[in-house]
């Protein structure tokens, strides 16, 4: 299995549609994928982030998602799907299934009851370890959880995973500015052929100023070509569009994250920001999951059409 060659850019991290009966809405999800991969600048697919509501999903379903896009994709872009998991055994069986199903990279999450108990740095490398060895021939991308966590890497621990031959990228979501532009500098001195890429949704430009190689977020599957507009002008130099770009994903971002980090119903409010602007044609997410409200869809229209993006 080729590994990906190119990790900077832009990558979103797809929602999955689904039926209004909770099923996985494969053709939804084909044309979902389809229409981000037609997008210049869109490097990789990633499947089952949280923005594709991953913990509602079971196993053989996220499997199946991998499947669907990877196969819509085939010859056309790279599949990435994110690891979940609590032990090793798990993950291992979950990474072999990624691969199976077309995977050619996976993002290793942290797995959450360290979120709870915290972990040592023996831990994490066992871990990417472990997936390692289930799917020699994928790359790995590290996903970095917020620093107020229990689950945050040190920098340390970031570079020593820098020097892991398999693992290719990092997604970068501190939310603390400190220690994100420390954390960069230790990756980029550990090995500076990793990508570094940011996942701070709710601050995209603040974020791709520092020095990395692209975005790998769930809000690029709502409005890639922004984030993409963005991306051009950050790394063109160009301040003033940069800026511009930001000013238009501001409300967009506003009525999504709600001045706040994701959550559950930031990504449903996506959704329901998706179906408003075209991009999908059933907004329905998964229970415990809610709907956004009807107020919450009245700020999401204003922003949606402030944006130029309303369909509906």
Partial sequence: MPAIANYRGIIPAISCPFTPDHRIDEPALRKLASWLAGHEGVVAIMTNGHTGEVFSLTPGERAEVTRIVAD???G???VISSIV???????AAHARAAVEAGAVALDVMPPHHWLRFGFTAGHALQYFDAIHQAAPNADLVCHVYPAWTRASYSSQLLADLAKLPYLQAFK???RDMNKYARDIQAIREADASKAILTCHDEYLLASMVQGVD?????FATFIPQLIIDLWNAVKAGDLKKAMEVQAI????KDAVYGGGEPTGEAHARMKGGM???GVIDDATVRPPTEAPNAKEVEVLRAAVKQAGLLKR
């Avoid at 692209?214 to 769930?218: I, S």
């Fill in 275 to 277: 179906y408003l602007a």
């Fill in 214 to 218: 692209g975005a790998l977020v769930g």
């Fill in 172 to 174: 970068v979501g501190q």
């Fill in 249 to 252: 994903i501001t409300p967009l």
């Fill in 85 to 91: 998991c609590e032990g090793l055994a798990e993950a």
């Fill in 76 to 78: 056309r872009m790279p």
């Fill in 72 to 74: 819509e994709l085939k």
